[in-house]
T-cell receptor, first 113, second 110 residues
């Protein structure tokens, strides 16, 4: 069965520090991978996606993610965090021609001034 | 171009009442979805519709029904609301490229 694991429920980083949010997935075939961000009281916004090709993908707001097939991981990174990045981040796997998407339980990011 | 719209934004029900959550998209997407979001559990798929005229169960379909009225609209119905259905409900649509979400409906069942 497909599953997505985000092992960190909460993360706190200082403004200007680097960030890495972890995501591991379980899926038998080549996955389609996504990161979404949700600000408080808002819907989810797509940050970036991986379908194939270059394993390092760039997204909006200065985020990037690296697909590592050997580790079944798709970690999200940002070199320098801004206070406005405080939000909840969700990793997702798309399967079966995109008819289904499975989400991790989310990581809440807190940014210290 | 409004994207995905949902109504209502907020709703309070008493146990046993029924209601329908409405969703519409103007992106001409074939696939539409209903998710619920609960603290610490991420988003869980309730039902989805791969195309007009088809619907399929997701992870947590019990207590819900859906209707894909046309390509644009996908509604979620609670026939007899229960406190366990207190949640935030998101509608989404997709083509290749990922999901596009509506703003959500916050439902409380007393």
């Amino acid at each position: 069965a497909q599953s997505v694991t985000q092992p960190d429920i909460h993360i706190t980083v200082s403004e200007g520090a680097s960030l890495e949010l972890r995501c591991n997935y379980s899926y038998g075939a080549t996955p389609y991978l996504f990161w979404y961000v949700q600000s408080p009281g808002q819907g989810l916004q797509l940050l970036l996606k991986y379908f194939s090709g270059d394993t390092l993908v760039q997204g909006i707001k200065g985020f990037e993610a690296e697909f590592k097939r050997s580790q079944s991981s798709f970690n999200l990174r940002k070199p320098s965090v801004h206070w406005s990045d405080a939000a909840e981040y969700f990793c997702a796997v798309g399967v079966t021609n995109f008819n289904k998407f499975y989400f991790g339980s989310g990581t809440k990011l807190n940014v210290k001034p | 171009n409004a994207g995905v719209t949902q109504t209502p934004k907020f709703q309070v029900l008493k146990t046993g009442q029924s209601m329908t959550l409405q969703c519409a998209q103007d992106m001409n997407h074939n696939s539409m979805y209903w998710y619920r979001q609960d603290p610490g559990m991420g988003l869980r798929l309730i039902y989805y519709s791969a195309s007009e005229g088809t619907t399929d169960k997701g992870e947590v379909p019990n207590g819900y029904n859906v209707s894909r009225l046309n390509k644009r609209e996908f509604s979620l119905r609670l026939e007899s609301a229960a406190p366990s259905q207190t949640s935030v409900y998101f509608c989404a649509s997709s083509e290749i490229g990922g999901l596009f979400f509506g703003p959500g409906t916050r439902l409380t069942v007393l």
